[in-house]
């Protein structure tokens, strides 16, 4: 992967420009956010406030409202980052985008958080090929006050400056796990499957979907199984990996993955919606409705 931004095309948003390539901090510039732009965000968090009761971790809705997120404007990061530091010694940092991967590792190994500050526009409600600011903050944040979890995040940035080093196949390994993790993860609770993953936490469909819909394969968390899984990122996800709890997520990155990648650079990876017999199985998906083109 070049170390550009994959985002060039969205840098002109409707504040303005923006210029193209930085990948510098930027303070986030509140004062120039839109009313729509705050109602965007209103609609956005009530929508998911409604849903996801019963539905995400029960960490993640314990979070939400320890963090006091305005759920009528956009908040500041400014005034989430002295709880946020006291919390798990992190803080939020103001981006562009997407950012290139070993910017985003140092961020991580740093316990900064970069959250991209501008949103979505109305008619992107529901679908943004890309993180905005409510998926960054209202995904992401809560999760970063949680010991362990925090724990888990930053020993992610340091593994992926670890596998810059090594090459594309160690990162797009390390990225896979990311992606099946951070972004789309479901963890056992008492009370039953819930959400951790941003990705799915920002989406009214996928939190849905990938609770209650019988297409998507539910497999028990096996990381070098995730590191060999494939995934696309223009659907719902064909499996999800289910944790028994954050702690696993530590344990099983506790250690150099570096004998893993050699490892695993000589096997094949598998499809998104491969089941193996050495699987955990919690629902074979149906795999209703899954594309069959351009699959990765
Ligand atoms: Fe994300």
Same mark, same amino acid.
């Given at each position: 992967?070049?170390?550009? &931004? ?10 303005? /420009? ?5 990948? +510098? ?22 929508r998911?406030?409604? !849903? !996801?009761?019963?539905?995400a ?10 963090l ?13 980052? &002295? ?6 010694g ?6 562009e985008?997407?950012? &290139? ?14 959250v ?5 526009? &109305? ?9 905005? !600011?409510?998926?960054? !903050? ?28 090594? =090459? ?22 008492? #009370? ?21 819909? +019988? ?15 494939? /995934?696309r990122?223009? +659907? ?37 919606? #491969? ?9 074979? =998906? ?9 699959d990765?």
């Amino acid at each position: 992967m070049s170390a550009v &931004p994959q985002r060039v095309e969205h840098q002109m948003t409707d504040k303005g /420009y923006v210029p193209v390539y930085t990948t +510098s901090v930027i303070e986030q510039p509140w004062a120039s956010y839109t009313p729509t732009d705050h109602v965007t965000w209103a609609a956005l968090y009530a929508r998911q406030q409604a !849903l !996801l009761p019963g539905r995400a971790s029960q960490v993640f809705l314990d979070n939400l409202v320890r963090l006091g997120l305005g759920a009528d404007a956009i908040p500041k990061f400014d005034e989430i980052n &002295p709880m946020l530091r006291r919390a798990t010694g992190w803080e939020l940092v103001g981006v562009e985008g997407l950012l &290139p991967e070993l910017t985003f590792f140092e961020h991580l190994a740093n316990r900064r958080f970069p959250v991209t500050w501008w949103i979505r526009k &109305p008619e992107q409600i529901d679908y943004l090929a890309e993180p905005d !600011l409510f998926h960054d !903050l209202f995904g992401h944040v809560p999760l970063l006050l949680e010991p362990v979890f925090a724990d888990y995040m930053q020993a992610y940035g340091q593994g992926g400056l670890r596998a810059h080093g090594l =090459g594309p196949v160690a990162l797009s390994q390390l990225t896979r796990l990311y992606w099946y993790t951070v972004e789309f993860g479901l963890i056992r609770e008492a #009370a039953g499957l819930r959400i951790y993953g941003a990705g799915i936490l920002s989406s009214k469909g996928e939190s849905i979907h990938c609770l209650e819909s +019988s297409a998507p394969n539910r497999i028990g968390f096996d990381l070098t199984r995730i590191m060999r899984t494939r /995934y696309r990122i223009d +659907s719902y996800q064909k499996t999800y990996f289910v944790i028994d709890g954050y702690r696993q997520l530590m344990e099983a990155t506790a250690a150099d993955f570096a004998p893993i990648y050699t490892d695993l650079a000589e096997n094949e990876s598998f499809p998104a919606g #491969a089941v193996l017999a050495t699987d955990t199985l919690l629902n074979r =998906g149906t795999g209703e409705g899954w594309t069959a083109d351009g699959d990765v």
